[in-house]
């Protein structure tokens, strides 16, 4: 059966519903999702490859903002590498075996003020790690551009990965630019803004794993 045709395989047809009628038996009101799901027309996915094999025995996240994005955003540093964490935990294992808590990142940061002149190489050492990986929040707002009253999420950040002792670090760099929602601007409500952040600095967390791990995405428009 050729890929992209929305036509769903028998099997899966017949497993769907057997799914949405043991939901209904159990007194659940959301048949309707598997039924949304089922006439969904499916598309081709593609594989995007790591840009970098990231390897490490003891790895340390250290984020980095400026003092505009403290001033509105004080816990956006935290926030950013415990969702990274969770990232490098999710996707990278086995090949990180260990990664130093946040916290304790935060806590060298404070006392060491001086820390952003260290190179990364120096950072590394610092927690008695092999590897680092810094990431510079170059923008960071839940407050749409040319608005006082909208949201979406923005976070830019740089980058780097360095390890110890290495001929030339970083060994890698990029950059990497998360948008939310990317089709439209949301009102202001109550807690929206801490959920768009939580959403946000997710997804932020997320697109820099994938520098680091393959994962599919689908072809929107079928097969070519």
Known sequence: MARGTGVRPVREVI???VLALAVVASGCHMPGVFFAWLAAP???KKTIEAEY???SERLVIVVYAGTDTLFKYPTAPLEVSYDLVNEVCLHLSPRVKTVVGPVDVV??????LEWPNMTLDDIAKAFQADTVLYVELEQYSMIEERSSNLLRGRVNGRV???KVDAERNPTFEATVSTVFPEDRQVGVLQDSERKLRAITTRMFA???VRKFHGYEVEVQGGAK
């Open 160 to 162: 780097q990965v360095a």
């Open 15 to 17: 497993l769907l519903l």
């Open 53 to 55: 094999e990231l390897e």
């Open 42 to 44: 499916r598309h081709p």
């Open 206 to 208: 997320r697109d820099v």
């Open 107 to 112: 806590r060298w940061q404070e006392s060491n």
